[in-house]
C-alpha cells in the first residue's frame, strides 16, 4: 500500500521576521502573497521488504526492516525512509553521501545535537558519545541524541551513523518521535549492517573526485567543481531554458541537470544547480527542511512559499539566510519547486549573499522561461 509521508519536524516559524532570514516574497512582505502548507501526517506504514536500493543510481544496496516505508530519494539522498510509530508518530530516514571528510565530526554532532535544542559539546567529548557499530562490514559511529522539538517542545531525537568509504563520508540518519526513533534503534542498527557498496569505480562515477552533490557549496575550502576548458557540456535531458548572461555552466556530475557557477567580487561564488525526481521527490516539507539545514536553521513544520508562475503551472519558491553548514560563512538559498506531470523539478541559488542578492532576480526568471 502507498501512503503520503512527510515527517513532523519543529515549528519554530519567525513570521514577523519573514523579511529577514527568511525572505519568502518577490516583492515586499505582503501576506497575500505567501502560501502557508500544514504537514499531513502518514495513513499507514509499509510492509517489509528485501530489496536493493530504489534509485538505481545509487552505489549501495540494503535490507529494509519491517515497517519502513521506502520513499523517492530526493535530490541529495540516495535512500529515503518513513516509519509511522504508536499515534502516527513519526520517524524520518535519510541516507546521504558527501564527499571527503564532509567537515569532521564535531560540526556534524553538534548540527545534530543543535536540532533536538542540545547545546554544543567539545571534540575531547565526542568519544564518549559514540557507540561502535559496522556499516557493510566496516566500523562505523553511532550518535543518538534525545531532546525537544525547539517548536513543540514534544520530545524529538536524532540517531545518527557516520561512515568512510572509498574518500566518501556516508550519513545514516533518521529524525522524529524520541519515542520511534529508540524502538526503531534495533532496526536501524540493523539495516546498517545489512548495506552493501559498489565497487569503488561506481563511487567514482556518484561523486567524482570534486563534485559535490546536489546543491552543496564548496566543502572545506574545496573548489567549485569546474568542467576542463573545450570540454563540451551536454544538452542531454535538458529542457529548454534562457540561462542569464554571466552564469558558467560546469560539469554537475550524475545527480545534477545542469550546473552554473556565479562569480562575485574577492573570489566569492554562489552556484545555481538543476535537479529532478520521480513524483514530488520527497515532498515540499522535507526538501524545504533540507535546505534550511544546509545554512544552520532549524526545520518547521508550516512551510510558507511565493507562488511563482512557470510553464504548465505554478511553483514554489523560497529564500532564506543563515550561516552555511560546511563553511561557516554567511549564506542564502534561493530555491524553487516545480511540479510537471509526474516529476518535481528543484532549482536552487544558494552562496555569498551578495550575489545571491544580485542574481535572486535573474534565477526567477531564469526558472520561468523553462519550456519542458
Excluded at 516509519?83 to 556534524?108: E, H, R, T
Excluded at 510537471?340 to 535572486?360: N, R, S
Aim: a neutral charge.
Amino acid at each position: 500500500m502507498k501512503s503520503k509521508f512527510y515527517a513532523q519536524f519543529p515549528a519554530a516559524l519567525l513570521r514577523g521576521a519573514a523579511c529577514g532570514l527568511m525572505t519568502v516574497a518577490l516583492t515586499g512582505c505582503g501576506r497575500d502573497e505567501i502560501k502557508v502548507y500544514k504537514i499531513a501526517k502518514a495513513d499507514a506504514a509499509a510492509a517489509a521488504t528485501e530489496a536493493p536500493a530504489a534509485n538505481p543510481a545509487a552505489p549501495l544496496t540494503w535490507t529494509t526492516p519491517a515497517g519502513w516505508e521506502q520513499k523517492s530519494p530526493g535530490e541529495m539522498r540516495v535512500a529515503s525512509f518513513g516509519i509511522v510509530g504508536a499515534n502516527g508518530k513519526l520517524a524520518d530516514v535519510s541516507v546521504i553521501p558527501l564527499p571527503g571528510g564532509a567537515g569532521g565530526d564535531l560540526p556534524n554532532v553538534n548540527r545534530w545535537r543543535g536540532q533536538v535544542g542540545l547545546a554544543p559539546v567539545a571534540e575531547a567529548e565526542l568519544p564518549a558519545l559514540a557507540q561502535a557499530v559496522e556499516i557493510a562490514g566496516q566500523p562505523a559511529k553511532l550518535y543518538q541524541f534525545d531532546g525537544q522539538n525547539p517548536g513543540s517542545g514534544e520530545p524529538m531525537s536524532v540517531l545518527s551513523a557516520v561512515a568512510l568509504h572509498n574518500g566518501t563520508t556516508w550519513f545514516f540518519k533518521m529524525t522524529g518521535d524520541v519515542g520511534v526513533v529508540t524502538k526503531q534503534r534495533t532496526a536501524f542498527i540493523e539495516f546498517l549492517k545489512s548495506v552493501k557498496f559498489a565497487q569503488p569505480s561506481t563511487m567514482s562515477e556518484l561523486t567524482g573526485a570534486a563534485s559535490l552533490p546536489p546543491s552543496h557549496p564548496p566543502i572545506g575550502g574545496s573548489a567549485m567543481p569546474e568542467t576542463p576548458t573545450g570540454t563540451a557540456i551536454s544538452s542531454e535531458g535538458k529542457p529548454d531554458w534562457q540561462v542569464p548572461a554571466g552564469w558558467r555552466e560546469v560539469g554537475g556530475g550524475q545527480f545534477l541537470i545542469a550546473k552554473f557557477l556565479l562569480a562575485g567580487d574577492g573570489g566569492a561564488q554562489a552556484a545555481v544547480n538543476v535537479s529532478r525526481s520521480a513524483g514530488d521527490g520527497g515532498g515540499l516539507a522535507a526538501n524545504v527542511n533540507r535546505w534550511r539545514g544546509q545554512l544552520g536553521l532549524p526545520a518547521i513544520s508550516e512551510i510558507l512559499t511565493t507562488p511563482l508562475e512557470v510553464a504548465g503551472g505554478k511553483a514554489d519558491l523560497v529564500d532564506f539566510a543563515g550561516t552555511d553548514a560546511r563553511s561557516g560563512q554567511p549564506a542564502r538559498l534561493v530555491g524553487a519547486l516545480v511540479p510537471q506531470g509526474d516529476q518535481t523539478w528543484f532549482y536552487k541559488l544558494m552562496g555569498d549573499e551578495k550575489i545571491v542578492e544580485a542574481q535572486k532576480s535573474a534565477f526567477v526568471k531564469f526558472v520561468q522561461s523553462v519550456k519542458y
